[in-house]
Every structure is written in C-alpha cells, then in structure tokens.
DNA sequence: CAGATTTACTACGTCTGCCGTACTATGTTT
DNA sequence: AAACATAGTACGGCAGACGTAGTAAATCTG
C-alpha cells in the first residue's frame, strides 16, 4: 500500500482548505471530513496540520474567522468558521497554475507502470 | 510567470536524481544541468538541496559514491560520481507510485483553466 | 597572459510546514 | 455510565530546502 508523505503534500494542503472554502465557509472538523471524502479516502489531512494552516492562513489573509453557533437556534457549541478572501482565491488560482507546471515538470522523471 | 515552490517539488527533488541516476552514474554538477535541460529549463535544483541530497541517499543506501578523473589518462580534477544501488531502484518507483496516487488526489482540488 | 567565467564542490545556519503527543470539553449514542 | 464523535488548543521536534559565503582548479576571452 503506497501512502502519500508529508514531503509531497506539503505545499498543497493549503490548496485543499481553499478548495473547499471556495463553495461555502466552513470550519475545521468539517474541511477534515470533505478532504477525506474528496479525495476517495487516499489522504487524510492531520489536525495538526490542519489549524496550523487555519493560522497561517488568516495570518496572510487567504482566509477570515468568525464564530458561529451550531444551529440558529442558540443551542449548542460555538464553531469557528473560515470563509476565503479575494486574496485568498487569487492565491488559490495561482497554486492551480503551479500545479499544471510542476506536474509537467514531475512527470518527465517518472516512470509510469499501468496497472498490476 | 509561475513558480514552482519549493514546498511544492520538496520530495520530488530526490526522485528526478535517481532518475538521472537510473541511465547511468553522473555526478553533482552534470546532474543539476541535466535537471534544467530535462525539465525545458522550467526547473532549476539548487547547489545546496542537490549536495544535501546526495549526503541523505548515500546514508540511506540508495546511493553509492566514487571518485573518478575526468579524462582517463588522468589529468583534469577529480569529481565524486554517484551511482544508484538496488534500494535506491526501489525508492525510485515506490516514489513513482506514490506520484500516481497523488495526482489523483491533488486533482480533486484543482481547477484547470486552459490556456490562455 | 590576465581577468572573467565555468566547473565542482563544502560549510553553516535559518526557515517553514508537517507531525507526534497530549490535553480539554461538549454532545450523542449505546 | 461508558464510549465515541465532535471541535478544538498547546507545545515541541524534525527534516528538507535555501541563503550566504568561501575554496579552488580549469577554461574561455579580450
């Protein structure tokens, strides 16, 4: 069983969270479960990894916080929501671009085997 | 003009050595210019990733030094070449593996947008 | 033939993102 | 009542990439 390190991902979680930020705000425990979801179960994101994100993040203005309840109603825990900025979805176009490179650039090292 | 990171090829910077490596034994200097040429000039490793890489794959085995002149009759300077061992071989396509699977993954998160 | 450039490295310290471990504290299910 | 899911925070360590700098021989260039 292949498994994705850190070394290879890194650089790319933040392209994630953006990802999922870009349809709605949302918050950490859910953004966890939607990238497990997303992506077919091959890679979960670690909490770690994923706050410390969150911070750098709204730290450099790719994303805003706000405190909302669970339901409207009152009830319940309060949650920390993300919601992406301008600034944040110009970023997040521009990891797209570089994605499109790198991957040219990866592929003319690798050796594909199909299937097996 | 878009940037590959260096968050971004980190654990790859490995993979395309090795791949230089798999063709035949070669040492820092040529390596790093084979790396621009392969990768159409869109990619430059620097000096000091490309030596600390050769330090870490020696110590983990997946690659093996000699020291060789440049002419074989002896004149010219002396280069440390390197050479991939059988762990190294494997390495290489675990990693090829690995980028498989990861592309799948990342591009559940990316947009493309064409050209333009 | 002197100076610039290319070749071929080594040393050292810093930065950053990822991760392990641990802890807190509701809410919900069995 | 206990277990599990939800929703985080705190803290420290690690490893790979990189900036800066320096050495030194070979080769090209005016």
């Known amino acids: 069983m292949v498994a994705i390190s850190s070394d290879v991902i890194r650089g790319y979680n933040d392209t994630m ?6 349809k709605e705000p949302s918050y950490g425990y859910s953004i966890s479960k ?6 077919d179960g091959k890679y979960a994101i670690k909490e770690t990894t ?7 993040m709204e730290k450099n203005e ?3 916080s706000f405190v909302a309840e669970q339901s409207p109603d009152g009830n319940g ?3 920390t929501y ?3 900025t ?13 994605w499109e490179l790198t991957k040219e ?4 090292f690798i050796e594909y085997k199909g299937e097996e």
């Open 86 to 98: 301008d600034k944040g979805l110009e970023y997040y176009d521009s990891k797209c671009e570089e």
């Open 34 to 39: 939607q990238i497990k979801t997303i992506s």
């Open 82 to 84: 993300y919601r992406i």
């Open 62 to 64: 790719y994303i805003e």
């Open 77 to 79: 825990k309060k949650r």
């Open 105 to 108: 650039v990866v592929e003319n």
């Open 50 to 56: 994923l706050y410390s994100a969150f911070t750098r």
């Open 17 to 22: 969270i953006l990802s999922i930020l870009k």
